[in-house]
C-alpha cells in the first residue's frame, strides 16, 4: 500500500520569498513522485516527476523538489514566489507496478503582495 | 504536449437524471485511463480505472451501477452518473497515461474536469 502526507494544508509567502511545500509518502515499491498544480477552475498540470533518476528533480516555473529515501520526502522548493504560483499543490505517489497514482491531501499556497 | 478533454465542462440536471461525461485524449491513444472525483477543498479521489476493450475496475465504495465506465475506444472513455442525486454533485476529473513530452516517461495527464451540480 502507498500514502501520501501533505504536512500544511495551507502555506502563505510573501512574493519574491522561498516557498517550501512539505510532503511525505510512503510505498511498498521504488515509487514514482509527482508534484501537481491545480489553478482555480483549471485542470492539475505537472510541475515536475522523479523516477529513480536524478534525486533534484527541476520542474517547470522555477520549481524542484527533492528526492530523499531516507527520510521518504519529497518537498517541493522555488526560490521566489511569484503572485501567479499562487494555486493548490498535489504531491501524488505512482506505484511502478502499475498506473495507480495516490494524491495527497493537497496545499494551498498564498502569495501575499 | 500530450492533452486530455472533458466535455461538458459543467452540467446542471435534475435529481433522478442521468448524466454523461466524455473525455478524450487528444493526440494520443490510452488503453487505460482514470476517473477521479473531488470535493471541494479536498484531495483527488481514484474512482475507477477504464480499460479499452473490457471492463472498468472499480475501487472499494464505488458503486459500479451507479457510475457506469465505457472505455469505447482507444481515445474515449465515458463515464455516465446513473438516476444523480445531489450528493453526487462534484468536480470529476479523469487521466490519461501518455509516453514521451517534455517529461518523456510514463506521465498523468489530466483533464480540466467536468463540474457536476444536481439540483
Known amino acids: 500500500a502507498q500514502s501520501v502526507t501533505q504536512l500544511d494544508s495551507h502555506v502563505s509567502v510573501s512574493e519574491g520569498t522561498p516557498v517550501l511545500l512539505r510532503c511525505n509518502y510512503s510505498s511498498s515499491y521504488s515509487p514514482s513522485l509527482f508534484w501537481y498544480v491545480q489553478h482555480p477552475n483549471k485542470g492539475l498540470q505537472l510541475l515536475l516527476k522523479y523516477t529513480s533518476a536524478a534525486t533534484l528533480v527541476k520542474g517547470i516555473n522555477g520549481f524542484e523538489a527533492e528526492f530523499k529515501k531516507s527520510e521518504t520526502s519529497f518537498h517541493l522548493t522555488k526560490p521566489s514566489a511569484h503572485m501567479s504560483d499562487a494555486a493548490e499543490y498535489f504531491c501524488v505517489v505512482k506505484d511502478n507496478a502499475g498506473n495507480m497514482l495516490t494524491f495527497g491531501g493537497g496545499t494551498r499556497l498564498m502569495v501575499k503582495p | 504536449g500530450a492533452v486530455v478533454s472533458q466535455h461538458p465542462s459543467w452540467v446542471i440536471c435534475k435529481s433522478g437524471t442521468s448524466v454523461k461525461i466524455e473525455c478524450r485524449s487528444l493526440?494520443?491513444?490510452?488503453?487505460?485511463m482514470f476517473w477521479y472525483r473531488q470535493f471541494p477543498k479536498q484531495s483527488l479521489m481514484l474512482m475507477a480505472t477504464s480499460n479499452e476493450g473490457s471492463k472498468a475496475t472499480y475501487e472499494q465504495g464505488v458503486e459500479k451501477d451507479k457510475f457506469l465506465i465505457n472505455h469505447a475506444s482507444l481515445t474515449l472513455s465515458t463515464l455516465t452518473v446513473t438516476s444523480a442525486h445531489p450528493e453526487d454533485s462534484s468536480f470529476y476529473i479523469c487521466?490519461?497515461?501518455?509516453?514521451?513530452?517534455?517529461?518523456?516517461?510514463?506521465?498523468?495527464?489530466f483533464g480540466p474536469g467536468t463540474r457536476l451540480t444536481v439540483l
Open positions: 487521466s490519461a497515461p501518455f509516453q514521451g513530452g517534455r517529461f518523456r516517461s510514463d506521465t498523468q495527464y
Open positions: 493526440d494520443f491513444q490510452a488503453t487505460t
